[in-house]
C-alpha cells in the first residue's frame, strides 16, 4: 500500500470512529429514551420506522449531492443535520410531545445518516484506487468494521452508564459535541481525491440523468440488482433486532430500570462487530467465492435468531446475539467489496445510496409490524418471524450466486470450499 493510500485509510478509519462514537452513545438506549418519553411499543417502534422512511426518502438525493457536488460536502451536511435533530430529540423527551413530532424528527434524523452512507464508501473506494491501491478492498472495510466495533463499545458501555447515574438525555447531549468534533475533523482532512464534483448549471437535468443511470447500473444490472434486493430481508430486519435488543435483554434480565445492561448488551454487539472484521481475513482463506461466504452467513445468523427467540434465558441470548452479530459483521465487508466492483465510479454514491435505500426499506415494513408483534406475543416470537425473514434474502445469494461474475471469485490460495 503506498503512503498515499495509508494516508486516506487512516483518514476513513479516524472518522469512522469519531462519527461511529457520536452516534453510539443512544444506541444502548434509544428504545428504552423512546418508552421514557411516553411511547408505546408500537410508537416507539414506528418511531425508528420513521426514522429508516428518512433513509428511503433521502437516500437517492443525498446520494446525487455526494456524486455532483462532492462526496466531502455530502458528509459535513450530515454531520450537521445529525447533529440539530439529535438535540431537538431531547428537546421532544423533554416536553413529552406527541407521536407525529416524533415521526417529523426521526426523519430528519434518516436524512442525516443518508448524507453519510454512499458518500463515505465511495470517497473512500475513489481515493484508493486515486493513490495506487490495487489490492482487495475486503481488508480495508473489515479495517472499517474493527474501528466501527471499537467505538461502538466505548461508545454504547459510555451511553448505558451515562444515562444509568444522569438520565436517559444526557447521551444524546454529549453525541451532539462529539459530532462538531467529527465535523472538525472531516473539515479538515476529508478531500476528495480520484474524484471531481460535476456541479452542473443544469441541476433538474442532472438529477434526473443520475437518477437514471443509479437504476442502469443498479437494478438494471442484474448482479447488483440481486444483491440490492437482498437487503431488505438481511439489513432491514437487522434494524428490527437491534432495537428491540435493548428491552428484551432487560426483560430477560429481571430489572426494566438496569441501563446499564443495555449498554453492555450494545457493546457486546460492538465486539462482535471487531471480532467479525478481524475474522474476515481468514474466512476468504478458505472459500473460493463471495457468495459461498455470504450464504453460510445469512444461514448461521438466522440460525441464532432462532434460538434467541425460543430460549428466554439471558446469558444464552447474549450469546447468540453475538453470533448474530458476528455473522452479520463478516458479511458487510464482504457485501461492500462485492458491489464496489460491479458499479462505476461516476455513479458510486448514488448506487451505493440506491443499496441502503433497499435496507432501509425494509426496516420500514419490518419494525412498526413486528413492535406490534411484541405487544401481542412478546419480543420471542418475533425474533422467531425475524429469522425467517433473514432466511429469504439468501435466496437472492443464490441468484447472484448463479450470474458466475468475476467479481464473486476470490483470486487467492487454493480453496478448501467453493
Avoid at 34 to 43: C, H, I, K, S, V
Avoid at 95 to 107: D, G, Q
Avoid at 286 to 296: N, V
Avoid at 326 to 353: C, E, G, W
Amino acid at each position: 500500500m503506498t503512503p498515499e493510500a495509508q494516508h486516506i485509510q487512516r483518514v476513513f478509519l479516524t472518522l469512522t470512529f469519531f462519527s461511529t462514537l457520536a452516534t453510539s452513545l443512544i444506541w444502548g438506549i434509544n428504545t428504552l429514551f423512546l418508552l421514557n418519553a411516553g411511547l408505546n411499543n408500537l410508537e416507539a417502534f414506528a418511531a425508528n420506522a420513521f426514522f429508516t422512511a428518512g433513509q428511503v426518502i433521502f437516500e437517492i438525493p443525498t446520494g446525487i449531492v455526494a456524486d455532483s457536488w462532492g462526496r466531502r460536502i455530502s458528509y459535513l451536511l450530515g454531520v450537521i443535520t445529525l447533529m440539530i435533530s439529535t438535540l431537538v430529540y431531547v428537546l421532544f423527551w423533554t416536553f413529552e410531545t406527541p407521536f407525529w413530532m416524533w415521526a417529523l424528527v426521526s426523519i430528519f434524523l434518516g436524512l442525516g445518516f443518508t448524507f453519510f452512507s454512499g458518500a463515505t464508501e465511495a470517497w473512500l473506494v475513489d481515493a484508493m484506487e486515486a493513490s495506487g491501491y490495487t489490492g482487495d478492498l475486503e481488508p480495508v472495510f473489515a479495517k472499517g468494521q474493527i474501528s466501527i466495533g471499537a467505538s461502538m463499545l466505548l461508545g454504547s458501555v459510555a451511553g448505558g452508564v451515562i444515562a444509568q447515574i444522569s438520565n436517559l438525555a444526557f447521551p444524546y447531549i454529549l453525541r451532539a459535541f462529539l459530532l462538531i468534533i467529527t465535523f472538525i475533523l472531516a473539515f479538515l482532512f476529508m478531500k476528495d481525491k480520484g474524484f471531481t464534483p460535476a456541479k452542473p448549471e443544469k441541476l433538474i437535468q442532472h438529477i434526473k440523468e443520475q437518477f437514471i443511470y443509479s437504476f442502469k447500473y443498479g437494478l438494471k444490472n442484474r448482479p447488483v440488482r440481486w444483491l440490492m434486493l437482498s437487503m431488505p430481508f438481511t439489513v432491514g430486519a437487522g434494524i428490527y433486532c437491534f432495537y428491540a435488543l435493548q428491552p428484551y435483554l432487560l426483560e430477560l434480565y429481571g430489572n426494566p430500570n438496569a441501563y446499564s445492561i443495555a449498554g453492555l448488551a450494545a457493546a457486546g454487539i460492538a465486539g462482535a462487530q471487531i471480532v467479525g472484521g478481524l475474522l474476515v481475513h481468514y474466512i476468504r482463506q478458505f472459500f473460493s467465492r463471495r457468495t459461498t461466504i455470504l450464504l453460510s452467513l445469512v444461514f448461521l445468523g438466522s440460525l441464532a435468531l432462532f434460538f434467541l427467540g425460543i430460549i428466554a434465558n439471558f446469558y444464552f441470548a447474549v450469546v447468540m446475539v453475538g453470533i448474530w452479530a458476528i455473522s452479520f459483521a463478516m458479511s458487510d465487508p464482504i457485501y461492500q467489496a462485492l458491489i464496489n466492483s460491479l458499479i462505476p465510479s461516476k455513479q458510486r454514491a448514488t448506487i451505493l445510496s440506491l443499496s441502503n435505500l433497499m435496507g432501509s426499506s425494509g426496516g420500514v415494513v419490518t419494525q412498526p409490524i413486528l413492535g406490534r408483534a411484541a405487544d401481542i406475543w412478546g419480543y420471542g416470537i418475533t425474533y422467531v418471524m425475524v429469522s425467517g425473514i433473514t432466511v429469504l434474502g439468501a435466496f437472492f445469494f443464490f441468484l447472484l450466486r448463479l450470474e458466475n461474475t468475476p467479481p464473486d471469485y476470490i483470486e487467492t490460495k487454493q480453496k478448501k470450499f467453493s
